[in-house]
């Protein structure tokens, strides 16, 4: 697929929480008059924390010529994903960007038209950096607490045969930790063109927020975590987050059409966003139909609603139906604080003082990232030894061996997903910690199919 080098047009991208963005969702040709400049919008943080600037993506069906969207609009760049019949258009800066979308979504052919939404790795949102422990050492991974409470005692096999896609700010073959990892080339969807999907800052604080590279190191954290369970298992990089840990709904389609198209059976999200959008339905609609597992993280999002209640809310794509999605609990079972969590988790997994390969050395993550990154090697494992499991008996047999984890959070029974996935038994070895039976675990989701 082609895209234009352009990137977003407006560096100076701020933070903070996403107020209303929901709003703003789901435009469509009855919707906003009123050329408001897009500039204007765009000067607001939490705009720019929900929305990529001047950038709209348009779903057409099969048939359109998206040739049309340019002659709709002189100046904008048009780039496709064909598989779904998506284009991200980036609209010349001058353009008003509400006049645009009625438009497009006004042209026969089109289904519907929305604006590029950000992503961004949940640990970003917060900058909580991992810690970096200058005493460790790579043998340290595999016999942390992390491990010891999913029962894993990693065997050079595991997760043979098995191309795991990370989807994140790529991953660095060079920390020692990944030495005897196989990383494939990649996808670059950040630099398209260059085709580096090496984890790497650059030395600039792109997004304007006083931390510099403040999202490089996180692929190659998430990374380490799948290799040190599943140390056979073939890693694919799919950079889809900048250093400063943004990212877009259209990447992130893109990235997953083109894991799964890699061979991808397991697709690991440490990211997310909080309002899911039409693009990446279809792209998680395409992993599923295609037999791949998107594994997510749940978020780290914690906000107060105005009456000192916290409110954790799931984000996208781990509120999907096909996803997997993973909340974060303590090395002994006990929810992290600042985990989301819901009817819509799958499973749980070790997401605090987690230790990572971190920037050449190691570092101490704490985060939903990391409880997704430990369940895709545990679902590595288990692919590894039953190749034949298709995704929906995959995870039926990730969440009826799982070490349930409900007992010790009798606030959250039912909100954490069937509990931490138990690697030996995934393995095929005997559990260390025997799980009771769990007949519940029998039912699959409504609307789930048998692939
Ligand atoms: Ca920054
Ligand atoms: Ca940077």
């Known amino acids: 697929m ?9 560096p100076a991208r701020g933070r903070g929480f996403r107020v209303g963005a929901a709003l703003l969702l789901a435009l469509g040709a009855a919707v906003v008059v009123g050329a408001a400049d897009d500039d204007e919008r765009c ?5 720019r924390d929900a929305y990529a600037c001047h950038q709209v993506i348009v779903r057409f069906a099969p048939g359109f010529d998206p040739a049309t969207l340019s002659a709709v609009e002189p100046g904008v760049a048009v780039s496709l994903i064909p598989q779904l019949g998506q284009a991200w ?71 043979r045969g098995v191309v ?58 998430v990374a380490g975590l799948i290799h040190v369970l599943a140390p056979a298992a073939v890693l694919l990089p ?16 893109a990235g997953v059409v083109g894991a799964v198209d890699a061979g991808a059976r397991i697709i690991n999200a440490s990211l997310g966003a909080r309002e899911p959008s039409h693009a990446l339905r279809d792209a998680m609609d395409y992993a599923a139909a295609h037999g791949a597992l998107v594994i997510a993280a749940a978020g780290n999002t914690v906000a107060d609603d105005g009456d000192g209640e916290r409110e954790q809310e799931i984000q996208f794509p781990a509120s999907h139906r096909s996803a997997l999605g993973v909340a974060a609990v303590s090395s002994l079972y006990v929810a992290a604080p600042t985990t989301a969590c819901g009817r819509a988790v799958k499973l749980s997994a070790p997401g605090v003082d987690v230790l990572v390969p971190w920037r050449g050395r190691y570092g101490l993550l704490s985060g939903t990232s990391a409880s997704s990154a430990l369940v895709s090697g545990a679902a590595a494992v288990g692919l590894g030894r039953l190749p034949a499991l298709d995704r929906v008996r995959l995870v039926e047999l990730l969440r009826t061996t799982a070490i349930p984890v409900d007992a010790w959070n009798p606030d959250r029974a039912g909100l954490l997903g069937a509990g931490v996935p138990e690697v030996a038994a995934l393995g095929g070895r005997t559990p260390r910690i025997i799980v009771p039976p769990r007949p519940t675990d029998r039912r699959r989701p409504e609307g789930e199919s048998g692939r």
């Open 2 to 10: 082609n895209r234009p080098g352009e990137r977003n047009p407006n």
């Open 43 to 47: 000067s607001d943080p939490a705009y």
């Open 89 to 159: 258009v980036v609209a010349p800066r001058e353009s008003d960007v509400d006049t645009l979308l009625v438009r497009f979504a006004a042209l026969a052919g089109v289904r519907s038209v929305e604006r590029n939404g950000e992503y961004r790795a949940p640990e970003c949102r917060q900058i909580n950096a991992p810690i970096l422990d200058l005493s460790a050492t790579r043998s340290a991974l595999a016999v942390q607490p992390a491990l010891v409470a999913m029962d894993a005692v990693p065997e050079p096999g595991f997760g």
């Open 164 to 221: 795991v896609a990370v989807l994140d700010t790529g991953i660095d073959r060079a920390h020692p930790a990944l030495a005897d990892a196989t990383v494939l080339p990649g996808i670059d969807l950040v630099a398209p063109g260059a085709g580096d999907a090496t984890d790497a800052g650059d030395g600039v604080d792109g997004d304007g927020n006083g931390v510099v590279d403040d999202g490089y190191g996180h692929g190659t954290a």
């Open 238 to 253: 799919v950079r889809v987050l900048d250093d400063e840990c943004h990212g877009t709904a259209f990447a992130f389609a």
